[in-house]
């Protein structure tokens, strides 16, 4: 089975712009979460997303938001790019039978630097 | 809320040594307790996990016993190789509502030397 894919690798952007990063889980996992890794706050947790709807969601602005559609793909957005928001971001697919104990499965993550 | 607290680190460690990490939690009800590990450039990957108390979870020499007493998920290996250099986290998933959200310590980065 092919593992969680993260598109792009690498972005380079300017404050200000938005940015939208892409998450493809592993074939028959329904749930995918965010993190937000910083060398000055670690992981973070974002939002999760399970059959299209965020379930849960993490401290952070507005400015974060994310999707998911019908064949469990996912995109998170950035907008109104901030300095500070430059970090790897992290996607993680689970199963989810509903229990909340299940394992997460990472992608290589998006590393974003905002100049 | 709910919380990890690793040990500080880095920790450096000759070939063959005993390695422990030290983690301690914070968390409601019955959380699930797993590490993580990260090498250079790559996300994480699962190194081991325990659902609850006294289960030992293991992986690739790594151990770790889930304390409820302690509320501790230590990781330990009884001899490490270079190839074990990496970032290593400690995480729990609580109960309830919390879908899809680990928390994390704050990564231990180990380096093995010949």
């Known amino acids: 089975k092919a593992g969680v894919t993260q598109t792009p690798r690498y972005l380079i952007k300017t404050r200000g712009q938005q940015v939208t990063l892409s998450c493809s889980p592993i074939s028959g996992h329904r749930s995918v979460s965010w993190y937000q890794q910083t060398p000055g706050q670690g992981l973070q947790f974002l939002f999760e997303y399970f059959s299209e709807t965020q379930r849960n969601k993490g401290n952070f602005p507005g400015r974060f938001s994310g999707r998911q559609f019908s064949n469990s793909r996912s995109e998170m957005n950035v907008s109104t790019l901030e300095l500070g928001d430059s970090a790897l971001y992290l996607c993680a697919s689970s199963p989810d039978s509903g229990r909340t104990n299940n394992e997460q499965f990472f992608g290589p993550g998006t590393r974003l630097t905002v100049l | 809320g709910d919380s990890v607290t690793q040990m500080e680190g880095p920790v450096t460690l000759s070939e063959e040594a005993f390695l422990t990490i030290n983690c301690t939690y914070t968390a409601t009800g019955y959380p699930s307790l797993f590490w993580y590990v990260q090498y250079p450039g790559e996300g994480l990957q699962l190194l081991l996990k325990?659902?609850?108390?006294?289960d030992k979870g293991s992986n690739k020499g790594f151990e770790a016993t889930y304390r409820k007493e302690t509320t501790s998920f230590h990781l330990e290996k009884g001899s490490v190789q270079v190839s074990d250099s990496a970032v290593y986290f400690c995480?729990?998933?609580?109960?309830?509502?919390?879908?899809?959200?680990?928390?994390f310590g704050q990564g231990t980065i180990l380096t093995v030397h010949p």
């Open positions: 325990a659902t609850k108390a006294d």
């Open positions: 995480a729990l998933t609580a109960g309830g509502t919390s879908y899809g959200k680990l928390t």
